[in-house]
């Protein structure tokens, strides 16, 4: 049985119908698809849980919930379908968006790193054309690919104030890089040779995150946090850009009516439309401001060996910053996931799958996303 | 047991997220608003004059290193093949011990490679003509003419005929049987062979270099052993000879070409040599996706009928005017085929020489190629092209290339 289960775990990674990653095919207007990285049990609980995550980036504070060095990281598959108007396409990939470790170094001081994925510039477009070459008419087929992305570095500490409050500092590196490769070819015709050429940019950044948690009642925790953040350098071979990047503002709601279910919510909102002007003068669409919200519940009336196995629900919906032929780009998903607890509680594996789309005007992309989060407590 | 249950777990997943889930990202593009910025511009231009200097030299293959043999009685062209053979051995051994000594000729048999003929020409004949063993092996047509006179024919009416059905392959000719080293040669056999033929006509026979066969003579003798104090004629053998020289001479001599002219082909083999000034938009072009060669020719293609053969435009990796070093790889060269009796313009792909121009390696390579037929040495055929000095019929660039491409940031 619990072979099975393990191997269910692995089905649901790859297995899923329709799934998706970070990746979007939308990511490539603006900086790219902004990501939402997060542990399986956040994904499982809709990102409701996110702002209260020891292993999440949302809040500095929320590394206060560890008692004991743990390391964790999060895979993710996923497989999207979405039809240009030319038929339905179905697109594949698999990410790690997610990995950090966590130490105390006092009872009430914990510190940890963190790297995590922010902005997500994977995508590849293929077009066909018809072209008249030395009076001829000639078939050429251009392909473009961005590989790459923007990571966010973290390193935090929290404090436990006392039993009803801790808080967090975060510092953050944004870096990374991105290639672009233009392919022209000339399927029909061998007189023509195949053109390529490649572009690499380079991102950096800098930021600062606090937050907060607040215990007012034995079964309820209330978080916030916000991000500051520097704007935006972006590096290309002959030219360069810098992009202003949002202030970050995120508020949640922790309950545990019973302990074995609990209720999380968490509300954030991304002034992304300050780096509207800077997109437009780069020749980007513009960008708004956005807000998402996740909701969650998990109940561990599930038990497996001995074990509690926590089920967890979720829904959650958000905005894109960045507008898609001059529309907005939303996204919401049904989200659902299990814990599997081993070593007694030293090794956790969380699984979650969500179903989803994200929209603007008339083009649909829908998703599934399965995520396997793990953690290890030495 | 709930450890090894987590960690298999966990080590199952994962690695089937590693290793079973592909990536494919590729969509088709909506424009505008899923197609990314700026696209791939072409250019497609005719540099009228690209060439700013050529030059033609005559000599890369000579005469005897040719695969081919050529014996015309063409209007145009007159040419008889030089053979001088190995000794003809006097004694043989007809066993480990015992050695026998050369007495009667009985026949001769002269074996030709066929390579090339006309099959239109009929009865074509190959005439022997006696040879002084230690013939000059630079010669001309002019100084060979006396040993081409009726008085060194070693041929007679019967000998020399070549089957009008025989268009390539190996043919065994009878020779006369008189055919035997003259006195004074040491053993050495000299022929010359002119070509008869009912019309006027070219014969091509194989030389023996580059892996073509060269004539043979077979010479069936009978002797008798050496301890034979009697000399009865009891042995017989068949003596093959082998060229150690072979070549032939021809008039009107190709000579050097004229100035002005882009002549490639024919023997001694000729090449000719392009130095290219291109302008700096192709140069500083992304890529080049199609750059088009274009010569015209200044007369005909000359050649045997049907002998169509590769005009190739090649690399220089040296310039060193007529010594010029091709670039090793031939795959880079671009062709086109040439076909006896054509004219006009020739076209030649050379968007692989362009691309090697455009790498690292090959950035420091001359602007320049070479033009010549492929293979060289085994052809007859030759072509002459107009110069960069012809004006309207110089050679011409057709460039196709991608303007510069602006990827942007972010």
Redesign the interface.
């Known amino acids: 049985m ?2 099975a ?3 269910l ?6 297995a899923a119908p329709h799934a998706r990653a970070q ?1 979007s ?2 990511g ?4 790219g698809f902004l990501d939402e990285p997060l542990t399986g049990r956040s994904a499982g609980m809709g990102g409701g849980y996110a702002l209260f995550d020891g292993g999440g980036v949302t809040n500095p504070a929320s590394i206060a919930a560890w008692t004991g060095a743990v390391g964790w990281a999060a ?1 993710a ?1 996923s497989r999207r379908t ?1 039809d ?3 038929g339905a ?6 990410r790690f968006p997610l990995f950090g470790f966590s130490t105390p170094l006092s009872p009430r001081l914990v510190v940890g790193i963190a790297a995590s994925d922010y902005l997500d510039r ?6 066909a054309d018809t ?1 008249t ?2 009076d001829s008419a000639v078939a050429v087929t ?5 590989a790459g992305g923007i990571t966010d570095l973290r390193a935090a500490a929290a404090y436990r104030v006392s039993g009803q409050w801790a808080v967090g500092l975060g510092l953050h590196v944004l870096t990374g890089s991105s290639v ?1 490769t ?1 392919r ?1 070819d ?1 399927p029909a015709d061998t ?7 490649r ?1 690499s ?1 380079d ?1 950096s950044g800098v930021g600062v995150s606090v937050g907060v948690f607040a215990t007012p009642a034995p079964t309820v925790i209330l978080g916030a946090s916000a991000r500051f953040n520097t704007r ?1 350098k ?4 002959d ?3 810098r ?1 202003r990047m949002p202030l970050e503002l995120a508020a949640g709601v922790y309950y545990a009516p019973l302990p074995s279910l609990i209720f999380s919510s968490t509300v954030r909102y991304s002034a992304w439309g300050a780096a509207a002007s800077d ?1 437009v003068a ?3 669409e513009r960008s708004r401001d956005v807000w998402s919200v996740g909701v969650g519940l998990q109940a561990a009336s599930l038990r497996m ?3 509690a196995v926590p089920l967890r629900l979720g829904y959650r919906w958000r905005q894109l910053p960045f507008l ?2 001059g529309n907005g780009l939303n996204e919401h998903a049904f989200t659902a996931g299990l814990g ?5 509680g ?4 969380d ?1 979650a799958v969500e179903l989803g789309s994200r929209s ?2 008339v ?1 649909t992309e829908r998703f599934t996303m399965a995520v ?1 989060g ?1 953690s290890i407590q030495p | 047991m709930a450890r090894t249950f987590a960690w298999r777990s966990a080590g199952a997943a994962l690695l089937a997220a590693l290793a079973g889930c592909g990536t494919d990202l590729t969509t088709a593009g909506r424009c505008p608003e899923l197609c990314p910025p700026g696209s791939v511009q072409l250019a497609d231009t005719l540099l009228a004059s690209p060439v700013l200097s050529d030059t033609s030299v005559r000599g890369y293959v000579l005469v005897r290193e040719a695969s081919f043999l050529l014996a015309s009685n063409l209007d145009s062209l007159k040419s008889v093949v030089l053979l001088r053979f190995d000794t003809l051995r006097t004694r043989w051994n007809p066993t480990t011990t015992d050695t026998a000594v050369l007495g009667v000729v009985d026949s001769v048999r002269l074996q030709l490679s066929i390579v090339q003929r006309d099959t239109a020409a009929k009865a074509l004949r190959v005439v022997l003509h006696r040879l002084p063993a230690q013939f000059d092996t630079g010669t001309t047509y002019d100084l060979m003419q006396p040993f081409f006179a009726d008085s060194t024919l070693w041929d007679t009416t019967a000998a020399g005929g070549i089957p009008d059905t025989v268009a390539s392959g190996t043919v065994t000719l009878a020779a006369p049987d008189t055919l035997r080293p003259l006195a004074g040669d040491s053993g050495i056999v000299a022929l010359g062979l002119s070509l008869v033929s009912a019309t006027p006509t070219a014969l091509a026979i194989g030389s023996g270099n580059q892996g073509v066969p060269a004539p043979v003579l077979f010479f069936y003798v009978h002797g008798h052993l050496i301890s034979d104090t009697l000399h009865k004629d009891t042995l017989s053998r068949v003596l093959s000879l082998q060229p150690t020289f072979t070549t032939f001479v021809m008039s009107p001599d190709p000579g050097q070409p004229a100035s002005g002219v882009l002549a490639v082909g024919g023997i001694p083999t000729a090449r000719a040599t392009l130095r290219l000034g291109l302008p700096k938009e192709v140069v500083d072009s992304n890529a080049i996706v199609r750059a088009t060669l274009i010569l015209t020719t200044l007369d005909p293609v000359a050649g045997f009928a049907r002998d169509s053969f590769l005009l190739a435009a090649q690399p220089i990796l040296r310039d060193f005017g007529p010594k010029s070093l091709l670039y090793p790889d031939s795959s880079i060269a671009g062709v086109a085929w040439l076909h006896p009796g054509q004219s006009g313009q020739v076209q030649l792909d050379i968007t692989r020489l362009f691309r090697l121009w455009g790498t690292t390696t090959g950035d420091s390579l001359p602007r320049t190629l070479a033009l010549r037929v492929v293979p060289e040495g085994s052809l007859l055929s030759a072509a002459n092209f107009r110069g960069v000095a012809a004006g309207a019929g110089a050679p011409q660039l057709r460039v196709t290339y991608v303007r510069r491409h602006t990827f942007g940031v972010p």
């Not at chain 1, 396409?89 to 698999?94: D, G, M, P, R, V």
């Not at chain 1, 251009?142 to 961005?146: E, G, I, K, L, N």
């Not at chain 1, 599997?340 to 007694?344: I, V, Y």
């Open positions: 619990r072979r289960l393990g191997w775990a692995a089905a649901l990674v790859c990746d095919v939308f490539i207007r603006g900086l895979g598959a979405f240009p108007g030319t396409q179905s697109l594949t990939s698999t994977n995508w590849s477009v293929e077009q072209l070459l030395r251009d392909a473009t690919t961005s672009t233009v022209r000339f007189s023509y040779h195949s053109f390529q050429e572009s940019t991102y935006l972006a590096t290309g071979a030219t360069s850009a992009i997109l780069a020749g980007q060996g001995g074990q898609i032929g599997l607890a081993g070593a007694r030293r090794a956790n594996m699984v603007t005007g083009l396997v793990v």
